[in-house]
Nanobody, 121 residues
Framework: QVRLVESGGGLGQPGGSLRLSCAAS????????MDWNRQAQGNDKELVAQ???????TYADAVKGRFAISRDNAKTTIYLQMDSLKPEDTAVYSC???????????????WGQGTQVTVSS
Protein backbone atom coordinates (compact mmCIF):
# COMPACT_ATOMS: atom_id res chain seq x y z
CA GLN A 1 0.00 0.00 0.00
CA VAL A 2 1.24 3.45 -0.92
CA ARG A 3 0.52 6.64 0.99
CA LEU A 4 1.20 10.26 0.14
CA VAL A 5 0.75 12.62 3.07
CA GLU A 6 0.83 16.39 2.75
CA SER A 7 1.56 18.82 5.56
CA GLY A 8 2.29 22.49 6.06
CA GLY A 9 -0.90 24.11 4.85
CA GLY A 10 -2.77 26.77 6.74
CA LEU A 11 -3.28 30.50 6.76
CA GLY A 12 -0.76 32.75 5.07
CA GLN A 13 -0.58 36.51 4.75
CA PRO A 14 -0.47 38.23 1.36
CA GLY A 15 3.21 38.67 0.58
CA GLY A 16 4.12 36.02 3.11
CA SER A 17 5.42 32.47 2.81
CA LEU A 18 4.33 28.92 3.46
CA ARG A 19 6.13 25.62 2.95
CA LEU A 20 4.33 22.40 2.04
CA SER A 21 5.69 18.88 2.37
CA CYS A 22 4.56 15.64 0.79
CA ALA A 23 5.98 12.33 1.96
CA ALA A 24 5.49 9.08 0.05
CA SER A 25 5.68 5.79 1.93
CA UNK A 26 4.74 2.14 1.62
CA UNK A 27 5.45 -0.46 -1.05
CA UNK A 28 7.47 1.75 -3.38
CA UNK A 29 10.01 0.29 -5.77
CA UNK A 30 10.74 3.42 -7.78
CA UNK A 31 9.32 6.95 -7.92
CA UNK A 32 9.38 9.00 -11.07
CA UNK A 33 7.76 12.39 -11.46
CA MET A 34 6.21 14.07 -8.42
CA ASP A 35 4.11 17.19 -8.54
CA TRP A 36 1.95 19.68 -6.69
CA ASN A 37 -1.52 20.50 -7.89
CA ARG A 38 -4.17 22.83 -6.54
CA GLN A 39 -7.89 23.27 -6.79
CA ALA A 40 -9.60 26.46 -5.79
CA GLN A 41 -13.28 26.42 -4.95
CA GLY A 42 -15.32 26.31 -8.15
CA ASN A 43 -12.26 25.76 -10.35
CA ASP A 44 -10.66 22.77 -12.01
CA LYS A 45 -7.56 21.19 -10.53
CA GLU A 46 -4.39 22.68 -12.00
CA LEU A 47 -0.76 21.65 -12.04
CA VAL A 48 1.37 24.01 -9.96
CA ALA A 49 4.87 22.53 -10.11
CA GLN A 50 6.53 19.31 -11.15
CA UNK A 51 9.89 17.69 -10.44
CA UNK A 52 11.44 14.67 -12.13
CA UNK A 53 13.64 12.05 -10.50
CA UNK A 54 16.62 13.88 -12.02
CA UNK A 55 15.54 17.15 -10.41
CA UNK A 56 14.22 18.93 -13.48
CA UNK A 57 11.41 21.32 -12.59
CA THR A 58 8.51 23.00 -14.33
CA TYR A 59 6.06 25.58 -13.02
CA ALA A 60 2.70 27.02 -13.89
CA ASP A 61 3.00 30.59 -15.19
CA ALA A 62 0.93 31.84 -12.24
CA VAL A 63 3.59 30.76 -9.71
CA LYS A 64 6.88 31.18 -11.61
CA GLY A 65 9.37 33.18 -9.61
CA ARG A 66 7.33 32.81 -6.42
CA PHE A 67 7.13 29.05 -5.75
CA ALA A 68 9.93 26.50 -5.67
CA ILE A 69 9.58 22.73 -5.74
CA SER A 70 12.33 20.52 -4.35
CA ARG A 71 12.93 16.89 -3.50
CA ASP A 72 14.90 15.14 -0.76
CA ASN A 73 17.87 12.88 -1.49
CA ALA A 74 15.77 9.75 -0.95
CA LYS A 75 13.40 11.15 -3.59
CA THR A 76 10.37 10.17 -1.54
CA THR A 77 9.54 13.63 -0.17
CA ILE A 78 8.86 16.82 -2.08
CA TYR A 79 8.47 20.35 -0.85
CA LEU A 80 6.79 23.45 -2.16
CA GLN A 81 8.21 26.72 -0.92
CA MET A 82 5.59 29.36 -1.55
CA ASP A 83 6.74 32.98 -1.31
CA SER A 84 5.05 36.28 -2.16
CA LEU A 85 1.69 34.68 -1.54
CA LYS A 86 -1.39 36.14 -3.17
CA PRO A 87 -5.06 35.67 -2.25
CA GLU A 88 -5.53 33.84 -5.55
CA ASP A 89 -3.16 31.14 -4.29
CA THR A 90 -5.93 30.04 -1.93
CA ALA A 91 -6.77 26.41 -2.77
CA VAL A 92 -6.48 22.81 -1.67
CA TYR A 93 -2.97 21.68 -2.58
CA SER A 94 -2.44 18.01 -3.40
CA CYS A 95 0.68 16.12 -4.29
CA UNK A 96 0.90 13.29 -6.78
CA UNK A 97 3.57 10.75 -7.61
CA UNK A 98 4.12 8.42 -10.54
CA UNK A 99 5.60 5.29 -9.06
CA UNK A 100 6.14 1.56 -9.40
CA UNK A 101 5.38 -0.84 -6.57
CA UNK A 102 7.60 -3.59 -7.99
CA UNK A 103 10.15 -4.14 -10.75
CA UNK A 104 7.52 -5.67 -13.02
CA UNK A 105 4.68 -3.22 -12.42
CA UNK A 106 3.96 -0.17 -14.55
CA UNK A 107 4.06 3.40 -13.31
CA UNK A 108 0.79 4.50 -11.73
CA UNK A 109 -0.22 7.85 -10.28
CA UNK A 110 -0.96 8.09 -6.57
CA TRP A 111 -2.48 11.12 -4.86
CA GLY A 112 -2.41 12.60 -1.40
CA GLN A 113 -5.56 13.84 0.33
CA GLY A 114 -4.63 17.50 0.06
CA THR A 115 -3.98 20.36 2.42
CA GLN A 116 -5.82 23.68 2.55
CA VAL A 117 -3.87 26.87 1.90
CA THR A 118 -5.67 30.13 2.57
CA VAL A 119 -4.06 33.48 1.83
CA SER A 120 -5.81 36.32 3.56
CA SER A 121 -5.08 39.33 5.72
Amino acid sequence: QVRLVESGGGLGQPGGSLRLSCAASGSIWRIGVMDWNRQAQGNDKELVAQITSDGATTYADAVKGRFAISRDNAKTTIYLQMDSLKPEDTAVYSCAADLKTSSYSTYQTYWGQGTQVTVSS
